[in-house]
């Protein structure tokens, strides 16, 4: 539509020069064989004052269509029916809409015909008028209508082609999918988020997409939305692209409805891949390191070189899903796979193997033997660097690791798939964590296990010498007293000392060699710990004093509901052995009611406590704390032992998971006591 001015028609104010108003212009083009319809519509529109209406006129479909092709006009008024011309108004209209001609166009016909109407409307003509009915404000309300519905119209298209400029151009995939899952439109974006073209994405059904274990999950999930008619929904899952890509997305579904029927969902899918993955690697390393840590408490629990090795292999698989495990260890360039676990459908089978073989033979063994770093060989059967070993021909991709001791590799940490790709340099390095946590347990394992051999020796040692000593201990022992009997009238003074001197140093060496040896048994505690009934223990411990109680006159008690313990009876009565004697040595050669009591109770913490006391000497409070040391000993005119006993008490009740203390009032008496695990 066009502006001019028409000078007939001013504006005037008072006080200033009149101008011309500018009202609008609108050109039109009547198709009509009739001129003298023509020129009748002509003089109806010469009526109208608000807007200039210029109309041309041609005869002819192909005169009109030519008209059309220049593009001059706002609006065409077509005539249904031309003179000598089998194509109609109709006609005229899909070939002017095939030409791109956006004008509105006025559907002219001399019969009032719904059909006809309707026909006109659908191809595309903004109003239907028949002549005999035509006026001068009905023509220019149609006029002003089509024009008016042409402009909401072009709006519209624009709109749309900004719109769809808009989707096309965005980085996010918009999809809409019908109910059965299939495709109805695609932006770019998707086409480059799945790799697939676009026909190939028609071809295809949205589940397609999507990665396997989420398959189920996602169409229940949009079937929930379906059935109950959720107008927007937002979901995370995965995808698998064109390439084997996994890619996680974020999608919003809304709803395509019609009527009340859900027939699809429109998607926006957003690519959430790199946040998805510094979520997982997160995740993924607070798991590792807590695996790292559970591994190093499960390692550090045990010194035993076996356990050591079943723990590890139970470990790596934090460091990446397998399925097979290896450990081998390097002596003088030989490996010697100590451990190898076999994942199966009945679960992991543990094997103990006896493979030995160069580590100069296998490849990447000694690559790794060479740089110190791990290695991961994600197709076994396309890389060089591979060196198959025995019964393991079923592995596709490989992560080693070298245990690693002092910049020396003594070991080495492997993994196997039976699937190709499953490993990379990813999960060698996490492996490496592991082994580097196995060297420093191997390597306490070891020191451990030279440790006992040692031990065992020194035992073995120990038992011979106090073995080889007792026999001419007990001779020494005997004479010293048949000297002492045999001379006792016949020999000096002087002499006599000497001889009474030679049989109690033997009688000391005798109890060193004892305390010795009950030590060295200490060491098998955990093998020996039973139910112990602990009554016939105390009394068994205190008849061997029963000598010098009755000498000395002391009355002693033992109750008779002593509770039973955990323990090793053997060793307990020589705690309640080493306690008497103790009491008896310290209850005073004053005291005249020497008294000793042995009792015991249970206590609310699952373990029983025993105690022996006495109302001898008591002990000072600045001498407690060194009570339980060697050698140790105090009122020394009072007994001559020579301060082992207490010290190897303390031993034995750890060993047997208890605790020992003492309670004393000087002058009083004591009370040593000792706890042990109650049996159940």
């Known amino acids: 539509m066009s502006r001019k001015t028409n000078a007939s028609i001013y504006q005037t104010e008072p006080g200033t020069r009149a101008k011309p108003l500018e009202i609008p212009c609108i050109k039109l083009l009547f198709i009509e064989d009739s001129e003298g319809e023509y020129l009748y519509a002509r003089e109806m529109l010469s009526e109208v004052k608000d807007v200039l209406l210029m109309a041309d006129w041609a005869a002819t479909y192909d005169a009109g269509l030519e008209a059309i092709k220049r593009d001059i006009h706002d609006v065409y008024l077509v ?4 003179a000598d011309d089998t194509r109609t108004g109709l006609d005229l209209l899909d070939e002017a809409r095939a030409l791109g001609c956006k004008a509105p166009m006025i559907m002219l016909t001399n019969r009032d015909d719904n059909e006809t109407d309707l026909a006109a409307i659908r191809a595309g003509a903004e109003d239907y008028l028949v002549k005999g009915q035509i006026e001068s404000q009905t023509l220019t309300r149609s006029i002003r209508y089509a024009l008016e519905r042409a402009r909401m119209v072009k709006v519209l298209r624009e709109n749309e082609e900004r719109f769809r400029r808009i989707v096309e151009e965005i980085s996010d995939s918009v999809v809409t999918v019908g109910q059965d899952g299939q495709f109805l439109y695609l932006n770019p974006a998707a086409v480059r988020l799945t790799g697939y073209t676009v026909d190939e994405l028609f071809s295809m059904t949205f589940t397609d997409l999507i990665a396997p274990e989420w398959q189920e999950q996602l169409w229940s999930f949009y079937q929930r939305q379906f059935e109950n008619q959720v107008h927007e929904t937002l979901l995370e899952f995965a995808i698998i692209a064109k390439s084997g890509e996994e890619k996680w997305v974020e999608q919003t579904a809304t709803l395509v409805t019609e009527g009340d029927n859900v027939m699809g969902f429109q998607g926006i899918v957003r690519d959430i891949s790199a946040r998805k993955n510094a979520e997982i690697a997160e995740f993924e390393q607070r798991a590792l390191a807590e695996a790292l840590r559970d591994t190093a408490a499960a390692l550090n629990s045990t010194l035993k070189l076996d356990e050591v090795l079943d723990r590890i292999l139970d470990s790596v698989q934090y460091a990446a899903p397998h399925d097979g495990a290896n450990i081998m260890l390097v002596e003088a360039g030989t490996a010697h796979v100590l451990r190898s676990l076999k994942r199966g459908d009945q679960g992991p089978e543990r094997d103990i193997p006896s493979d030995a073989f160069s580590v100069e033979t296998v490849p990447h063994l000694s690559q790794m033997i060479e740089s110190k770093r791990p290695l991961a060989i994600p197709d076994t059967q396309a890389d060089p660097c591979w060196g198959e070993l025995t019964d393991i021909s079923w592995a596709r991709s490989y992560a080693g690791a070298p245990i690693r001791l002092e910049d020396e590799v003594i070991g080495f940490l ?11 340099q990813v999960h060698a390095d996490r492996l490496q964590a592991f082994a580097d946590q196995a060297a420093i347990a191997i390597k306490n394992a070891q020191l451990y296990g030279q440790l006992e051999e040692r031990n065992a020796e020194l035992d073995a040692f120990g038992h011979t010498v106090a073995h080889d000593l007792r026999g001419p201990l007990t ?19 002087q002499a006599l000392t000497c001889v009474q001197t030679i049989g109690s140093s033997a009688l000391k060496m005798d109890q060193i060699i004892s305390s010795l040896l009950l030590l060295a048994t200490l060491r098998n505690a955990a093998e020996s710990i039973a139910e112990v009934d602990m009554e016939p223990v105390a009394r068994a411990a205190a008849e061997r004093f029963r000598e010098q109680i009755d000498q000395r006159g002391i009355k002693i008690d033992i109750m008779s509901d002593l509770p039973r313990a955990l323990g090793h009876g053997p060793w307990l009565e020589e705690v309640f052995a080493n306690l008497v004697d103790n009491a008896i040595k310290y209850i005073g050669k004053q005291n005249e009611s020497p008294h000793i009591i042995i009792r015991g109770f249970a206590q609310d913490d699952n373990m029983a406590r025993y105690e022996v006391s006495d109302n001898g000497l008591g002990i000072k409070p600045e001498d407690r704390d060194r009570l339980f040391e060697m050698f140790s000993r105090f009122h ?6 020579l301060g082992l006993g207490l010290s190897i008490i303390k031993r034995i009740i750890g060993k047997l998971n208890g605790t020992l203390g003492v309670e004393s009032t000087l002058g009083e008496g004591s009370t040593f006591w000792f706890t042990l695990p109650a049996a159940k």
């Open 79 to 82: 005539n249904f029916r031309l």
């Open 414 to 424: 492997d993994l196997f798939s039976a699937r190709a790709g499953t490993f990379g």
């Open 475 to 493: 001779n020494l022992i005997g004479y010293a007293e048949m000297l002492d009997v045999l001379c006792e009238e016949g020999i000096p003074p």
């Open 636 to 641: 020394k005119a009072e007994g001559r032992g």
